[in-house]
């Protein structure tokens, strides 16, 4: 008898081909029409950083699908492939086109997804077409690659060891100080995406409640003007301001909290001071006066700037008894 032949878009070890499809849910074998939904992953800048994988799969797959069909026509030109883009699928059309997507799939065709750069899903268009694929019964399988978040991650010089992806801040002024507030308190290192015309507003609202905690602000990764700026956000605030604009993708680090600091407020006597007794009590202890505010700030989710407005008010007060 003559072997099967394998699936020419993936290769599986001799043999194991067929039982590594999904079962479906009353047990039985993924039916033979279905077909595969490819997640793949694609340049963030360096159209070099592509992988052999990923070009086979989006020379030999049915159709692709992107996010912006004008940028990928770019990117599948480059490498001389010639794909048809059915429909695109971004943020606000994304539930209405998935069941045609869907049915593409359970008709047998096998499908790529990709997204304008790095891998898809990641604060990208893709989850819902994913999940109900799998409900579905349908294989997906990721064909991975470039990310913004693990380039930048990796070249901030933070701790690896523990890191959480935060995505892009909110827009909106107080629910974006709300977003930081929470993230003070995180110990691991966080890695966040941020649009070139919102940096600034962004490094204002950490400078006020991440204060002296260090980041890596990483632009245009692995293109020819990529650039890592380091410092407190303060301090990379001051440095973009004397730019004439500000340009290209933006992926921030921020560095974990030290070992044994703690931004909670305790269940003790501190939760019935006021903040300037809190700010005294804490220098009683040990700390300096700025590092006392900055963590009654970070304590009381209040904008640092305002605790030392008390502080100063408090003293100039005294002086003038």
């Known amino acids: 008898m003559r072997n099967a032949r394998p699936n020419p878009l993936v290769s599986f070890p001799e043999g194991k081909e067929r039982s590594s499809l999904p079962p479906t849910g009353e047990g039985g074998p993924r039916e033979r029409s279905f077909g595969t939904l490819f997640i793949v ?12 994988r990923a070009l086979r799969v989006l020379k030999e797959c049915d159709l692709i699908i992107a996010e912006d069909t004008r940028r990928s026509r770019q990117l599948l030109a480059h490498y001389g492939i010639e ?28 499908i790529a997804l990709i997204s304008d750069a790095g891998t898809p899903l990641i604060s990208d268009p893709g ?22 978040l693990i380039a930048a991650l990796v070249v901030s010089g933070f701790s690896t060891e523990r890191f959480v992806f935060e995505g892009v801040p909110p827009k909106n002024a107080k629910a974006k100080h709300e977003f930081f507030a929470q ?48 410092g407190t956000a303060r301090e990379i605030l001051e440095q973009l301001k004397s730019r004439p604009a500000i340009k290209g993708e933006i992926t921030m680090v921020i560095e974990p909290l030290e070992s044994g600091e703690s931004v909670e407020l305790g269940e003790s006597e501190d939760t019935e001071l006021s903040v300037v007794e809190h700010v005294q009590k804490l220098v009683a202890e ?33 002086s003038s008894e």
């Open 41 to 52: 992953a694609t340049p963030i800048g360096n159209l070099e950083d592509i992988t052999l």
């Open 83 to 110: 794909k048809p883009f059915e429909r695109s699928l971004y943020r606000g059309v994304e539930r209405e086109r998935v069941e045609y997507f869907l049915e593409k799939l359970k008709s047998g065709a096998k």
């Open 127 to 148: 989850y819902e077409l994913v999940r109900r694929a799998i409900a579905e019964n349908i294989s997906v399988i990721s064909i991975p690659g470039p990310t913004a």
């Open 183 to 230: 993230l003070a308190r995180e110990p691991r290192t966080i890695v966040l995406y941020e649009s070139p015309h919102r940096v600034l507003d962004t490094l204002e609202v950490m400078s006020e409640l991440l204060s002296d905690r260090k980041i890596a602000l990483c632009r245009e990764l692995t293109k020819v003007h990529e650039e890592i700026l380091r």
């Open 286 to 318: 040990g700390l300096t006066k700025k590092e006392a505010i900055k963590r009654v700030a970070q304590m009381r989710k209040l904008p640092k700037r305002e605790v030392y407005a008390q502080v100063l008010s408090s003293k100039t007060n005294c």
